[in-house]
């Protein structure tokens, strides 16, 4: 059995792996899939363990409750615990700005206002809302990162100039009252906006996950402390921690600056935590609200949740489909588009299924309700999304790995330090040891780690917008650079994903006539291969003319009058009902055409088969190289498509191709990359449409067609703003470089600091007599961050 619970307490990747870990200790449970931004832990067991067993497994520090408000349910299964959009709004509006107790004390009891539990002394939390949550979280860090900047750049400029010699600020204030005015600007800083960083930090250092929260927590805590002490109690320093005008060099600007540089990359984040809920909001909006109830004769307008197996439905012309079923009476075409991916409209007659947010075409039926609710193809498209895109593992940060080790390191050496000097050290001895081992915190604390990754990555995203690649976080491009395996699409990303005509093939040698009677005839119809053939004679400067007693016949085609002339332009069924015979040279062409894939409609004039039309989704000028240059450097092409054979294997031989599979739903590609993704592959999949959402969410990579969905777009991490596919090419190249310059990065940030570490211990105190001072110290910080910025820039003049 497999349930989904409301986790409390978790704040980042380590805190998550601490709360799967912990619940697999409990031998009942085989798997556990956390996500901190959902705050929820899905967990498979062999039988049912009850909600203390869970809570004592985690221990104080994270609160697990079952989700038992309705709308919890819509957060996490937003297509299982409600049957219809409608009833998501409803429930989420009532339950904006309400707050609950995570230990259930009093039940279900709400409360209005934020505070502690009266019971348990807990702090309420609010209830998750599926509509603008993610909005009002990035609202609130942006409003943070105003106020940091606000207080932190005067901050850092006034320590700037303070190094200066001479010191023009000297002509205002003195280096002392300056210091006033730094401890003040740094306070709004790291009491209010940043403090979240702190608390995080105690608790990695609580539950013993240390990551880049603890190292940042520590350096910029202990650097404040330093500080604020230095300023207060000056006199209790050697003279060696002093200026030449007998301050102590103070870090209020490296603490503002490190919070402040560390909560850009937060708010970078909360940008991209949003797109998944946005996009299975996009999914929900392709359902109607209401459809048409026939009842007893007449017709009446219902919600569509309330809508029960067996409804007849009434369809009406351009209607989207309320919910799964078949039709019962009539007939038409419906674009499919959503769920194949495939732009021309399929017929449909009596007894063909239909399915729920697809769009029906000129004609109106009566269909019979077999799926409603989370049975819907819909639905389950939207399940997949959701569910994709939560049981993802975190990407655990190279920073993190760092800290991890250098964290305890860092502060086993600091602790010796004190005692050495403590020991061994001249008097002051206590003053000597603990000024040293702070030293080394501070030295230790990589002021320029906040720019390592944010850095490179803003330099990177200007750089891939540059080349028409829109990157949406970090982790996009640190997976990219790790890829094997790429599943593509084929409409829409292989090739244009619009129908066009090829060419008009005629009996008699003249291709202009035929195509100026079939254009006259389909120049008022809406059907995608009429606008096919309307273009199609546009581009080749062909004189439209009138036609007459125009009919279009579900299923064959068209019928009407041109110059006093019967054109029909259709399929064989058409040309068997008017009575037109097919020419043996005409058929053997016919059917060479079809076997390639391509859709051919005969020419009829008055009873005569005059010729033919082929009409293809023509493959992207730039698919060609850019698959081939993939294949090149060693990756394993996958082409998925929703069409049917003939065409895909047409498609794959044109490319080079070995593998792909045709007739492929969201749930097949989705099947196979997960399939891929266990055999140890790392999978980007590339995709435009409505279909590919579920495959785009779970892949290591998404990448979306910028002339796609917007469905598409949201559920992936990148976007090709051209919509071709040698952005993919680009985008391995840039995420390789900047791979490299993290990386790089990251030896700037703790370079000089680990260097620095022995000096501030008092290494050189025995022989030299020399103590580190804070102005090198503060040196040695700013060059790193000067390193870090100049390489970082270096990604600016990287030709991809």
Request: with cysteine; glycine share 8%; charged share 20%.
């Amino acid at each position: 059995m497999t349930h989904t619970y409301q986790v409390t307490g978790m704040t980042c990747s380590g805190c998550e792996n601490k709360v799967k870990s912990s619940l697999l200790l409990i031998p009942e449970i085989t798997a556990v899939e956390v996500s901190k931004d959902n705050n929820s832990a899905t967990i498979t067991m062999d039988k049912h363990i009850d909600l203390s067993s869970l809570q004592i497994a985690l221990g104080g520090h994270y609160q697990i409750s079952l989700p038992t408000k309705k709308n919890l349910n819509a957060v996490e299964k937003p297509c299982c615990a409600v049957n219809h959009q409608t009833t998501i709004s409803k429930t989420n509006n009532n339950h904006q700005g309400k707050y609950y107790c995570p230990m259930h004390c009093e039940g279900d009891k709400v409360y209005d206002e934020p505070g502690a539990c009266p019971i348990c002394g807990m702090d309420l939390v609010r209830m998750p809302s599926f509509e603008g949550e993610e909005d009002k979280s990035y609202d609130k860090l942006w409003k943070k990162m105003k106020i940091s900047l606000i207080f932190t750049v005067p901050l850092f400029l006034i320590a700037m100039v303070q190094m200066m010699h001479p010191n023009p600020l000297n002509q205002v204030m003195d280096d002392g009252k300056w210091n006033w005015v730094q401890f003040i600007l740094s306070l709004p800083v790291v009491f209010y906006t940043c403090w979240m960083f702190f608390v995080s930090a105690y608790k990695s250092i609580v539950t013993w996950n240390l990551n880049m929260f603890t190292l940042i927590g520590i350096g910029a805590g202990v650097a404040f402390l330093f500080s604020a002490f230095g300023l207060i109690f000056p006199n209790l320093f050697p003279q060696e921690f002093k200026s030449e005008h007998g301050s102590v060099h103070l870090y209020f600007e490296a603490t503002a600056v490190i919070l402040t540089l560390v909560l850009l990359g937060q708010l970078m984040e909360a940008k991209a935590h949003g797109k998944t809920s946005a996009a299975i909001k996009a999914l929900l909006n392709l359902a109607p609200t209401e459809a048409t109830l026939v009842l007893n004769g007449s017709d009446q307008t219902i919600s569509i949740q309330d809508i029960k197996k067996g409804d007849l439905l009434r369809i009406k012309p351009g209607d989207k489909i309320p919910v799964d079923g078949k039709i019962n009476n009539g007939s038409s075409s419906v674009d499919e588009s959503m769920i194949t991916g495939e732009p021309i409209p399929v017929d449909k007659q009596e007894g063909d299924q239909v399915s729920t947010g697809t769009i029906n075409g000129t004609k109106s039926f009566v269909m019979i309700a077999e799926k409603v609710g989370s049975e819907t193809l819909l639905a389950q498209i939207i399940q997949m999304v959701s569910d994709a895109s939560r049981s993802r593992a975190p990407i655990q940060k190279l920073a993190d790995v760092i800290a991890k080790y250098f964290v305890p390191i860092v502060v086993f050496i600091a602790v010796v330090t004190f005692f050495v000097w403590y020991q061994f050290g001249p008097e002051p001895r206590l003053v000597y040891g603990l000024i040293n081992a702070v030293a080394v915190l501070i030295i230790a604390c990589p002021c320029a780690l906040g720019l390592a990754t944010p850095m490179s990555i803003m330099v990177a995203v200007g750089k891939g917008a540059q080349l028409g690649i829109l990157i949406k976080n970090a982790e996009a491009l640190e997976r990219m650079n790790s890829v094997n395996v790429l599943i593509i699409d084929k409409t829409g990303t292989i090739t244009e994903g619009k129908p066009s005509v090829e060419k008009v093939v005629s009996l008699n040698g003249n291709e202009n006539d035929l195509l100026m009677n079939i254009a006259a005839l389909n120049l008022h119809s809406e059907h995608p291969l009429a606008k096919a053939v309307v273009d199609y004679a546009k581009s080749k400067s062909i004189e439209f003319q009138a036609a007459n007693d125009f009919e279009a016949i579900v299923g064959k085609g068209v019928i009407g009058t041109v110059n006093q002339v019967k054109v029909s332009l259709g399929n064989k069924k058409l040309m068997e009902q008017i009575g037109a015979v097919s020419p043996k040279e005409i058929e053997y062409k016919v059917i060479a055409e079809q076997r390639l894939g391509k859709t051919v409609s005969y020419i009829c004039l008055e009873k005569e088969i005059m010729g033919y039309v082929t009409i293809v989704d023509a493959i992207k000028a730039t698919s060609k190289g850019a698959i081939k240059e993939l294949l090149n450097q060693g990756w394993e092409v996958i082409m998925l498509t929703g069409d049917n054979e003939n065409t895909a294997k047409s498609v794959a031989n044109e490319l080079n191709l070995s593998s792909f599979k045709a007739g492929c739903l969201p749930d097949d590609k989705l099947k196979e990359i997960k399939k891929l993704q266990a055999e140890g592959k790392i999978v980007a999949m590339a995709g435009d449409g409505i279909n590919d959402a579920p495959a785009l969410a779970q892949a290591d990579v998404g990448i979306a067609m910028g002339t796609g969905t917007d469905v598409a777009i949201e559920s992936a991490k990148i976007t090709l703003v051209k919509g071709n596919l040698t952005g993919i090419v680009k985008v391995k190249k840039l995420s390789h470089a900047v791979m490299k310059n993290i990386k790089q990065n990251l030896f700037f940030a703790f370079g000089y600091n680990v260097l620095g570490i022995p000096i501030a211990a008092g290494a050189l105190y025995p022989v030299f007599g020399v103590l580190l001072s804070p102005m090198i110290a503060a040196l040695a910080m700013s060059f790193s961050s000067v390193s870090v910025i100049a390489n970082a820039l270096r990604l600016r003049s990287i030709k991809i």
